[in-house]
């Protein structure tokens, strides 16, 4: 085939501000002992890098969707693409939408490499570049010109700690006021969402819940600010919230949400009940790990990300009179305040006395053990849930909930409890006669939230009333938390 035809084909030179040589035309270039390579990031319709190799008077290309690997553990896939021609190397800008590959495209790294090995099937090179270098290997994995990988062959560079595939949420200690030695603490607003850790590669998102559950296609609205981090590789925990027609943080709105995983119905409820992702921790950062620094230093760092855009944010954090903060959560009708150590480094996984959360509402997690029918509108339909919360001896009755239900969580309720249905109690304690009288059992497997009064002497959560659903946590981990 004509050299660079390929190329030429799929540009129109009147259309596009990349290079597009003519026919016949060859750049020509003084004989130099190393080729050039050059590794452009480009934002078409799919986010990827493009790495170009100096060969025989043209830029060999392969488009690999999540950059250049860095640990040789992870191999990285490489589509081959058409040749290029020499000039390609310095382009940077933005090729119109709807012409090929519409999209910006900026130089990642440039520089020059060593050829080891170039035969139909593998590449070997070793690159000097300013951003990367080291030993290469990209290697045909199908019968198709387009199936390449990509492999790093020496050691990840010095210092560099692999992404770790989960890392849990630090969790915080429940107290009734906030710490008197403010100086220790920094302040931040406690909101009513859901707990998310997100690990962006490549431009693309993971969102993992408190259960370690893989939660990404539910909040496609993480998409875009993965794709504006490019070619970082970070960690960040954060919640998940969604808001109320008053522009708070609703736990209530955000149900519509946590249970969709179909990526249509996903797509239309994004638009009915946006949700937005505030990042508050840093936890990892292009192969460093951020664990062992102190809150301040994680801190600073997160804010030099600037994440800020339509449906992701860096809520602020505040210092100075622990009082007066959670007296302004109070104002705005916030969840509480989390009091968080200046000096703490993050414990994955822990419950730690580093953060302590004060509310202005109280609320429990519980497991649900049965429900009772309804009267009148709601006869033989669930009238209130019986409720438990996992003790000594196993689940520990703590009360019955019948308000705070909207028709559709109802509805809900009862496709999801029908099938757990049993014929005996799941609790471990005695119920009062008159809440087991008529009562339907289910496995105790649906985690749910109310907001309460008070615990009774005997154990029991007095005045709750349902908040929703907590498909983020499991049965075990439920606990008494005051
Ligand atoms: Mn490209």
Redesign the pocket.
């Given at each position: 085939m004509p050299e660079l035809l390929t190329y030429r084909n799929k540009r129109d030179p009147a259309r596009t501000p990349e290079p597009v040589p003519g026919a016949g035309k060859r750049t020509t270039k003084r004989k130099s002992k190393r080729d050039t390579f050059v590794v452009?990031e480009?934002h078409?319709t799919a986010l990827?890098w493009?790495f170009r190799l100096e060969r025989d008077g043209v830029l060999v290309?392969w488009?690999v969707p999540k950059g250049l690997p860095l640990d040789p553990d992870v191999n990285h896939l490489a589509v081959h693409?058409e040749d290029h021609p020499l000039e390609y190397a310095a382009f940077e800008g933005e090729i119109p939408k709807g012409e090929y590959?519409g999209g910006a495209?900026t130089i990642w790294d440039h520089g020059t490499y060593e050829c080891e090995k170039w035969s139909e099937r593998e590449v070997k090179v070793v690159l000097h570049g300013e951003r990367v270098t080291g030993r290469y290997v990209l290697f045909k994995t199908g019968s198709r010109d387009r199936d390449w990988m990509m492999h790093r062959m020496d050691p990840p560079p010095a210092d560099y700690t692999p992404m770790p595939s989960l890392i849990r949420p630090m969790l915080a200690v429940l107290r009734e006021e906030v710490p008197r030695d403010d100086d220790k603490f920094a302040y931040e607003f406690k909101w009513d969402g859901v707990r998310a850790i997100v690990y962006v590669d490549g431009g693309r998102p993971r969102v993992l819940s408190r259960n370690d559950r893989d939660v990404t296609v539910s909040y496609p609205e993480l998409r875009a600010m993965a794709e504006s981090l490019g070619s970082r590789q970070l960690v960040l925990d954060g919640e998940i919230v969604a808001m109320d027609e008053r522009g708070r943080p609703s736990f209530e709105a955000l149900q519509a949400r946590m249970h969709v995983t179909n990526a249509a119905q996903v797509r239309r409820l994004a638009t009915q009940v946006p949700a937005t992702f505030l990042a508050f921790d840093v936890l990892h950062l292009d192969g460093r790990s951020l664990l062992d620094e102190p809150y301040t230093e994680r801190r600073r760092i997160l804010e030099s990300l600037n994440l800020s855009g339509p449906s992701w944010q860096t809520p602020p954090h505040f210092e100075g009179s622990g009082e007066a903060i959670l007296a302004a959560s109070k104002e705005q009708g916030l969840e509480g305040v989390l009091a968080k150590r200046l000096d703490s480094r993050y414990h994955a996984g822990k419950r730690s006395d580093c953060w302590l959360k004060v509310k202005n509402l109280r609320t429990q997690e519980v497991v649900i053990g049965g429900w009772k029918p309804g009267e009148g509108r709601r006869k033989g339909a669930i009238g209130s849930l019986l409720l438990g919360v996992p003790g000594t001896d196993g689940l520990d009755y703590v009360g019955h909930v019948g308000t705070g239900f909207t028709d559709a969580m109802l509805r809900e309720l009862e496709s999801m409890l029908s099938p757990l249905e049993r014929t005996e109690p799941p609790f471990a304690t005695a119920i009062p006669r008159p809440h087991a009288k008529d009562a339907h059992w289910v496995e105790p497997q649906i985690v749910g939230e109310v907001a309460f009064g008070e615990w009774t002497k005997a154990g029991i959560l007095r005045h709750p009333a349902w908040r929703g659903l907590r498909p983020d946590k499991d049965p075990a981990e439920v606990t008494r938390e005051s």
């Open positions: 452009q480009h078409a990827h493009d290309s488009a693409t590959g495209v």
